[in-house]
């Protein structure tokens, strides 16, 4: 089974302050692991994925295999980064659960002035 | 290029009722997904399609029927809308090229009331 965990609903942090949001999975296989943001009242969007390894709005995120987790970081929080985030976790392609794409239940951060 | 769009946006339906959410991509995309998000829940998936004339079941199945009409059509069925069914839905298709990172696209949802 695939599971992802985000352990915090709610993140409040000062502006200019240090961000991290946590997301730790469980799968069998190799996975693929991505964050996406919600802003309010828009639609899901990619913010980073791991394979790409790229840096997003000043976020970075890396896959540690051994802790199995894909925690989020930013160093300076603007208050524009105010929004619910996701974690989410698929298999590898050519791997039987590639096709399946499972979220973690969201971190809603809010950056304070 | 309109992405995923989603009809209706907004739905209220009584217990017993019955109704199907539209989904459609126009990027091409085999894959497609209908999501339910709830307050403390997050996305939980309902059902996926890997190709036209595909579907398997997700997290949370009961309930739902879904039907891929071709590549660019995957509907959400509710035959007897429940209470519980009220959420937000949302619809994805996803793009399997590598260089683009198996990124998924979502549509705008639907809100769904059940009295």
């Known amino acids: 089974a695939q599971r992802v965990t985000q352990p915090e609903k709610l993140l409040s942090v000062f502006k200019g302050a240090p961000v991290e949001l946590k997301c730790n999975y469980s799968?069998?296989?190799?996975?693929?692991l991505f964050w996406y943001v919600q802003y309010s009242r828009q639609r899901l969007q990619l913010l980073l994925r791991?394979?790409s390894r790229e840096s997003i709005k000043g976020f970075t995120a890396d896959l540690n295999k051994g802790e199995t987790s894909f925690h989020l970081k930013k160093p300076f929080a603007q208050e524009e980064d105010s929004a619910m985030y996701y974690c989410?976790?698929?298999?590898?392609?050519?791997?039987?659960?590639?096709?399946?794409?499972?979220f973690g239940t969201g971190t809603k951060l809010q950056v304070i002035p | 290029n309109a992405g995923v769009t989603q009809t209706p946006k907004f739905q209220v339906l009584k217990t017993g009722q019955s109704m199907t959410l539209q989904c459609a991509q126009d990027?091409?995309?085999?894959?497609m997904y209908w999501y339910r998000q709830d307050p403390g829940m997050g996305l939980r998936l309902i059902y996926y399609?890997?190709?036209?004339?595909?579907?398997d079941k997700g997290e949370v199945p009961n309930g739902y029927n879904v039907s891929r009409l071709n590549k660019r059509e995957f509907s959400l069925r509710l035959e007897s809308a429940a209470p519980s069914q009220t959420s937000v839905y949302f619809c994805?298709?996803?793009?399997?090229?590598?260089?683009?990172?198996?990124?998924?696209?979502f549509g705008p949802g639907t809100r769904l009331t059940v009295t």
């Open positions: 994805a298709s996803r793009d399997m090229n590598r260089d683009r990172g198996y990124e998924q696209y």
């Open positions: 799968y069998s296989g190799s996975p693929e």
């Open positions: 791991h394979i």
């Open positions: 989410a976790l698929s298999g590898l392609p050519n791997s039987g659960g590639y096709q399946k794409v499972t």
């Open positions: 990027m091409n995309h085999n894959s």
């Open positions: 399609s890997a190709s036209e004339g595909t579907t």
